[in-house]
């Protein structure tokens, strides 16, 4: 269960900021309803999930009655009576279930985070730096996009599945940025290459494709023209391209610090959360990391909402509100 943050620090905060609890009770765990006519998240999680859905197909949800209705012009709006966490819940997914079907492509990222800035301790142990509640929520994003994107490192080190076991819904394609190939000595042993969970695809540089294919086979490789410039930098604008030429229309980078630093750094994310977890870490490896402006007036400053979710505080950052 989660709760506000003290008035005192409210008062506080930039003008930009608004302090939210965050719901994190599962889908599968949560009580129907609090009364006969005030509904829960976990009636909400279906519904969410069906517009996602119905978009991807290119429909209309067919939803229940009295539950949400569009407007073109303040989007998805919830009808009746809902709870305190469902209203959190929706409000999070909201952006991204608002989204036009001409502008459907959306790139979502996330991290977990230390105090300090870490991402995993220096030999790369990450399990677990957040609570349950937003493992929960990493789920969930999962389930609502079509693709989860992480970076070699993130497959060497943890061997993830990238599934949404925790939660009701599809698992999104899977797939794995790493231009090189470095990942080579890891494919007997990578879940995502084994597990036959869901479709995953090597993301690499054209100039590795033959190689790519020849170990995994033509439908798991994914070969971008130019994704690896002369000076080793990644141009992921073109990945992204690529992925969406595919159908891939939203994209969540779940990983590592690198990869998400790098579609920062070049502005491919619409959206970035950040769950800040109570722990100090030292010399992990860093999370966000790119060189930055020389003045702090030219630095980011996204506009932002914050939610309590267990000990976690989540920062749900807009980055298309930046200049
Ligand atoms: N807390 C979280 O939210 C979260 C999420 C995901 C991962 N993690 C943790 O983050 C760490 C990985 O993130 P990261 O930022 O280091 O990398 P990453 O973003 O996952 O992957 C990109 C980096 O990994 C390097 N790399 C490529 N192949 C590798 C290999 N076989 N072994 C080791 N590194 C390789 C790449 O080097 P080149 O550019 O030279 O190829 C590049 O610097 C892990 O410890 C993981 O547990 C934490």
Redesign the pocket.
């Known amino acids: 269960m989660l709760s506000r943050l003290p008035s005192a620090r409210l008062a506080r905060l930039p003008p930009a900021l608004v302090v939210r609890p965050m719901n994190a009770t599962p889908a599968s765990a949560g009580s129907p309803a609090l009364t006969a006519d005030v509904r829960s998240a976990a009636g909400l999680w279906p519904i969410l999930l069906d517009i996602a859905q119905a978009r991807r197909a290119g429909g209309v949800p067919v939803l229940p009655q009295d539950t949400l209705t569009w407007a073109s012009n303040m989007g998805w709006q919830l009808q009746g009576r809902w709870d305190a966490q469902a209203l959190e819940l929706f409000d999070l997914f909201k952006p991204l279930l608002d989204l036009r079907p001409e502008r459907a492509a959306w790139v979502i990222a996330?991290?977990?985070?230390s105090l300090d800035g870490?991402?995993?301790?220096r030999?790369?142990?990450?399990?677990?730096?957040?609570g349950p509640e937003n493992l929960l929520h990493?789920h969930r994003l999962r389930a609502m996009c079509d693709a989860v994107i992480?970076?070699?490192?993130?497959?060497?080190?943890?061997n993830?599945h990238l599934t949404t076991r925790l939660v009701a819904g599809p698992n999104p394609t899977r797939v794995l940025?790493?231009?090189?190939l470095?990942?080579a000595?890891?494919l007997e042993t990578a879940h995502v290459f084994n597990d036959g969970q869901a479709p995953t695809l090597w993301l690499c540089d054209a100039r590795w494709q033959a190689d790519a294919v020849a170990q995994v086979g033509a439908d798991r490789v994914l070969a971008v023209t130019d994704l690896l410039r002369d000076d080793?930098t990644?141009h992921l604008a073109h990945a992204v391209t690529t992925l969406r030429s595919r159908g891939l229309m939203r994209l969540f980078v779940?990983?590592?610090?690198?990869?998400?630093?790098?579609f920062l750094a070049q502005r491919c994310l619409d959206r970035l959360h950040l769950?800040v977890a109570p722990i100090i870490i030292g010399d992990g490896?860093?999370?966000l990391r790119f060189d930055g402006p020389a003045r702090l007036a030219d630095c980011l400053r996204p506009h932002c909402h914050v939610y309590r979710m267990g000990p976690d505080h989540l920062w749900d950052l807009d980055l298309r509100t930046l200049a």
């Open positions: 996330q991290l977990g985070q870490c991402v995993a301790t030999t790369g142990d990450s399990s677990f730096i957040n990493l992480v970076g070699a490192g993130t497959v060497a080190a943890d993830p940025l790493d231009p090189q470095r990942l000595g890891h080793a990644l779940e990983g590592g610090g690198v990869t998400v630093s790098r769950a490896r860093p999370g």
